[in-house]
T-cell receptor, first 113, second 114 residues
Framework: KAGVTQTPRYLIKTRGQQVTLSCSPI?????VSWYQQTPGQGLQFLFE???????NKGNFPGRFSGRQFSNSRSEMNVSTLELGDSALYLC????????????FGPGTRLTVL | SQQGEEDPQALSIQEGENATMNCSYK?????LQWYRQNSGRGLVHLIL?????REKHSGRLRVTLDTSKKSSSLLITASRAADTASYFC??????????????FGGGTRLMVKP
């Protein structure tokens, strides 16, 4: 099976802009989760989508949003970018039925100038 | 916020030696997972151990879990230079909606010298 794919791999934006990141899960996986990784805060959970519905949400402001399509592909959007949003954004897919492994994509590295 | 701490934060060993990393967490868990990350790339899933399991093996990896102490350890035997990476533990707490929400530790940076 193909792994989790994320596009784009790198992005450079300026403050105030918005950005959309995409994630395609492993075939058959219905859950997609998003994580932010920064040197200061480490890996932090953003949100999880399952069957096109947001099932769980982390402690991030409303500028961070996401959605999931019927084919389980997911997008996350960050509006009004701030310098602190510079990070590696990772998505993970899993079967979504509770107790199972999450498989991560290569990440999108976002730099906000 | 992070679930717990990993110890040590950095570890440097010679090829062929064993490497042990520890992870502590704070709340009850459904399972605990270990991941490897090379130089800011994606996370590679290594092993999952469920809360009712005490030990698990996968190749040169051995993971233990002590739920009474809320701690886990990852042992890499006969290390190789290619094992150089950051290692993270992540806890998956039981959620009533059966959702997935991993909480990561700060990671251990392992360097294996040839």
């Amino acid at each position: 099976k193909a792994g989790v794919t994320q596009t784009p791999r790198y992005l450079i934006k300026t403050r105030g802009q918005q950005v959309t990141l995409s994630c395609s899960p492993i075939s058959g996986h219905r859950s997609v989760s998003w994580y932010q990784q920064t040197p200061g805060q480490g890996l932090q959970f953003l949100f999880e989508y399952f069957s096109e519905t947001q099932r769980n949400k982390g402690n991030f402001p409303g500028r961070f949003s996401g959605r999931q399509f019927s084919n389980s592909r997911s997008e996350m959007n960050v509006s009004t970018l701030e310098l602190g949003d510079s990070a590696l954004y990772l998505c993970a897919s899993s079967l979504g039925t509770g107790d199972n492994e999450q498989f991560f994509g290569p990440g999108t590295r976002l730099t906000v100038l | 916020s992070q679930q717990g701490e990993e110890d040590p934060q950095a570890l440097s060993i010679q090829e062929g030696e064993n490497a042990t990393m520890n992870c502590s967490y704070k709340t009850s868990i459904n399972n605990l997972q270990w991941y490897r990350q090379n130089s800011g790339r994606g996370l590679v899933h290594l092993i999952l151990i469920r809360s009712n399991e005490r030990e698990k093996h996968s190749g040169r990896l051995r993971v233990t879990l002590d739920t009474s102490k809320k701690s886990s350890s990852l042992l890499i035997t006969a290390s190789r230079a290619a094992d150089t990476a950051s290692y993270f533990c992540a806890t998956d707490a039981y959620l009533s909606n059966a959702g997935n929400m991993l909480t990561f530790g700060g990671g251990t940076r392992l360097m294996v010298k040839p």
